[in-house]
Each structure stands twice: as structure tokens, then as C-alpha cells.
């Protein structure tokens, strides 16, 4: 795996990895993290992320206003409305260190090899932003 993903990241910038083997993934709509934060000006969100969330966070923005993933330790337990990805899933993970790409990137890169986000900080995060259902469309 090590090798193709390194072959992705090469020709493509991105690599689809399988979740539930070095972590997992709770998919946050963009809208609540910058809800919860009070911006979506990205070098304010990633400064919030990694103050609240010491873990990386990938910024997925195909559709629409996209989505945040954050890596958690697989089998994290989870609670929030969010969805929780992990086995059986795969996702697209930018490399560490090349130039951002306007679709899919590093929101707040790994700190060190190996970390993880701690799911209780995502929770106290959101617990600032409202609830999802009840924001304005």
C-alpha cells in the first residue's frame, strides 16, 4: 500500500487510502466548522482546527461548500451527528508538503507522524456552532 500510495501521490497530488487501518474520519460539513470557528477565510479555520483539534484535518471542497475530515484513531468512539468513516471507505489524502490544491488539502497538516485528532475536542468544537438541521439554507 505504501508504494502505490506514493505512486498516487506522485501523479496525481492525492492518494486514496483505506480507512479503519491507521485511522478513521468524521466528516464535518464546511458550513458548521466555519459556524463554529466565526469564519471561513481558511488561514483563520486552520489556526482554530489545530488550536482546538491538535490533529490533522484534510479540506475537501468539491461540492458545494465541501467538507472537513478529521483523522481520528480507528474505532474512536464518536457520538455526534457527524458522519463517522472507517472501514470499508477510502479517502483521498493530500500529500504532506506539496502546493495546495483548490480541491482537496491539508486544512491542518499531521503536527508529527502518527497524530490524531482526539474525538472529545471535535465534540467541544461543535458544540459552539449550531445544531445541524437548524442553520439558515
Known amino acids: 500500500m505504501p508504494r502505490q500510495a ?3 501521490w506522485a501523479r496525481h497530488g492525492v492518494a486514496l487510502l483505506p480507512l ?4 478513521d474520519a468524521v466528516r464535518v460539513p464546511a458550513r458548521r466548522v466555519h ?3 466565526g469564519s471561513a477565510e481558511p488561514a483563520t479555520v486552520a489556526e482554530a482546527l489545530a488550536e482546538w483539534l491538535h490533529g490533522p484535518v484534510i479540506r475537501a471542497a468539491r461540492t458545494g461548500s465541501g467538507f472537513y475530515y478529521v483523522l ?3 474505532d ?12 470499508g471507505t477510502y479517502l483521498a489524502v493530500p500529500r504532506i508538503g506539496r502546493p495546495v490544491s483548490p480541491v482537496t488539502y ?3 497538516p499531521p503536527p508529527r507522524r502518527g497524530s490524531l485528532c482526539d474525538p472529545a475536542f471535535l465534540s467541544a468544537l461543535l458544540a459552539v456552532a449550531p445544531a445541524p438541521g437548524t442553520q439558515e439554507q
Not at 457527524?82 to 472501514?87: K, S, V, W
Open 76 to 87: 474512536t468512539p464518536w457520538r455526534g451527528a457527524e458522519d463517522r468513516l472507517g472501514t
Open 106 to 108: 491539508w486544512a491542518v
Open 6 to 8: 506514493e505512486s498516487e
Open 72 to 74: 481520528v484513531a480507528p
Open 35 to 37: 459556524d463554529a470557528v
Open 20 to 23: 479503519g487501518v491507521r485511522f
